[in-house]
């Protein structure tokens, strides 16, 4: 859905300025807006692999797994449904603990495993309420550091790059517990 809202934006963007006698500017900013991206995606390319390096050694060293022991009491209380001995518990840990180094992008593919787990665990084609959960948490995404915008700060020349830390912390706890208040309020309502 949302590739058919930028296409019609983009298409909208490209016949007014071909009518509005400003075609050569939309050409001269797909050219230089590609520049940019290529030149943002080299810059942060190693900040994220070297974050995706360290949490691969986290999970190969079974910090992960320590983590997600730590984490195993909240977790319960925020998914009381799972059954203690599925490994759904340490999947969900896991997505946080990404989640919280701000490794959103990495996040996804054990947010699509998890979820593909919890369906299987319902039996069911219907989101479960375990399943709207975790979707509320992967959305708000509790973040401790925000590793992409703190190397996005660094390539623009900021001159103090992490100054967004406890505001980005404030935020993301905020939306977080606010989206598990209106889960639960909803769940209790509807389930």
Not at 9 to 27: A, E, H, K, L, M
Not at 120 to 137: C, E, K, Q
Request: a positive charge.
């Amino acid at each position: 859905m949302m590739n058919k809202i930028w296409g019609v934006f983009i298409i909208i963007g490209v016949v007014y300025g071909f009518f509005t006698g400003n075609i050569n500017v939309v050409n001269s900013e797909i050219l230089s807006c590609g520049e940019t991206v290529l030149s943002m995606v080299l810059k942060l390319f190693p900040i994220m692999a070297l974050w995706l390096g360290i949490m691969k050694i986290a999970s190969v060293s079974g910090l992960l797994k320590k983590m997600s022991i730590f984490l195993y009491p909240i977790t319960r209380f925020i998914f009381p449904d799972i059954p203690k001995d599925s490994d759904v518990i340490s999947l969900i840990t896991s997505s946080f603990v990404f989640n919280m180094f701000g490794l959103g992008n990495a996040s996804t593919p054990i947010g699509l495993k998890t979820m593909k787990s919890l369906k299987n665990l319902s039996g069911s084609d219907v989101a479960s309420s375990s399943m709207i959960t975790f979707l509320v948490l992967n959305t708000t995404g509790f973040t401790i550091i925000p590793t992409t915008i703190i190397s996005l700060r660094m390539m623009h020349g900021s001159i103090n790059p992490s100054g967004v830390i406890i505001p980005c912390l404030l935020a993301s706890l905020s939306s977080t517990v606010f989206g598990l208040i209106i889960d639960r309020l909803y769940r209790k309502k509807y389930v």
